[in-house]
């Protein structure tokens, strides 16, 4: 059974790497707006490397949890760049929380989501409003909690969390950024969304199904 979660986690790395593929111009051309250009390729590369680990990982009998941790660690070696340290720090702390035993209840998805976020957020120190990829993950986490705790399905949480980040990820538009490299042109920002806020809330998005099956 927890052959079948590792799976499942393997299914969304080749979802989360195929997605970026698709929108890695997208994403350099909205950091090169007050950044520098890099992060549509830093998300590429990370999450490539994220999908081999996995695979190997995956192959010498890895469970869900250690096969999303090496994912992480190769994701923040081969990435470059900040959102790259960042997500593959917060991907392994994730893969710690779910563990390897048993197919996850929605709340051990939650503390996993909130262990992503926790680690993130120690290693940043970006606050809401920064104009980072925060202003979309804690929405996210907040969300997802806030449905799962009364006992909603993981798979309506998640969706209904997933669409709450990306509303998050878009109103970034309106903020100067406080974090990161884009702050030193932080006037030249407003008026677009973080790269790094609509990358994450297009990935959560993309992975749900994945998780919640
Ligand atoms: P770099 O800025 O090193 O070129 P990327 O372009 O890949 O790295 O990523 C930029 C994104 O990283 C930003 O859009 C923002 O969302 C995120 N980011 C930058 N600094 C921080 C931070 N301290 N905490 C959280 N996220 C951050
Ligand atoms: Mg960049
Ligand atoms: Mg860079």
Redesign the pocket.
């Known amino acids: 059974e927890s052959r079948a979660y590792a799976s499942q986690c393997l299914q969304a790395l080749d979802t989360t790497a195929a997605l970026l593929r698709d929108c890695e111009a997208m994403l350099g051309d909205m950091?090169a707006i007050a950044?520098?250009g890099?992060?549509g390729r830093?998300?590429v590369r990370g999450s490539a490397a994220a999908l081999d680990a996995a695979t190997v990982a995956f192959e010498r009998g890895a469970g869900a949890g250690s096969l999303l941790a090496a994912a992480g660690d190769a994701w923040a070696d081969k990435a470059g760049?900040?959102?790259?340290v960042?997500w593959g720090a917060g991907l392994r702390a994730f893969g710690e929380r779910l563990g390897d035993a048993e197919t996850p209840t929605p709340d051990i998805l939650a503390q996993s989501v909130r262990a992503f976020a926790d680690r993130?957020s120690n290693l940043?120190?970006?606050e809401i409003g920064d104009k980072?990829?925060?202003d979309a993950l804690l929405p996210f986490a907040s969300s997802f909690e806030d449905r799962v705790l009364p006992g909603a399905a993981a798979e309506d949480a998640w969706a209904a969390a997933a669409s709450d980040a990306t509303e998050a990820a878009a109103s970034t538009a309106g903020l100067r950024p406080l974090?990161?490299?884009?702050r030193p042109l932080a006037e030249k920002s407003i008026g677009t969304p973080?790269?790094?806020?609509t990358s994450l809330a297009m990935v959560f998005a993309a992975v749900g199904p994945h998780f919640t099956a």
């Open positions: 950091d950044g520098d890099d992060h830093g998300m760049g900040t959102s790259g960042l993130i940043g120190k970006a980072t990829m925060m974090k990161g490299r884009a973080d790269p790094g806020a």
